[in-house]
Nanobody, 122 residues
């Protein structure tokens, strides 16, 4: 059974940083970070491949960095220069059939964590 467990969320002021973690028990080639704000659809934030390659949504604008420690089976999302519009529940996901063409397409992912809340105040 695939398990994903996010942690590291919290409440911070705009401009500050947070580091999210996602512990997993099965190592898939491509894993993703997604977020969902109230009243909005879940959107892709970053894809992190086993070899260290990454792919980001345009709104990241160089502020976030995704990484994985395969030995620890943990994926990270370092978020800097946070904005109020980054407020959302953040989820990690694994095993996508679209890792080559659309790594931030949520419908491609088979497994999801329960999320960790990030709140950014102005």
């Amino acid at each position: 059974q695939v398990q994903l467990l996010e942690s590291g969320g919290g409440s911070v002021q705009a401009g500050r940083s947070l580091r999210l973690s996602c512990e997993y028990n099965v190592d898939y080639y491509c894993m993703g970070w997604f977020r969902q704000a109230p009243g909005k659809e879940r959107e892709g934030v970053a894809a992190v491949y086993r070899d260290g390659a990454t792919f980001y949504a345009d709104f990241v604008e160089g502020r976030f960095t995704g990484s994985r420690d395969n030995a620890k089976k943990t994926m990270y999302l370092e978020m800097n220069h946070l904005k109020p519009e980054d407020t959302a529940m953040y989820y990690c996901a694994s095993e996508t059939t679209l890792w080559r063409t659309a790594p931030l397409e949520r419908s491609g992912y088979a497994y999801w964590g329960r999320g960790t809340q990030v709140t950014v105040s102005s």
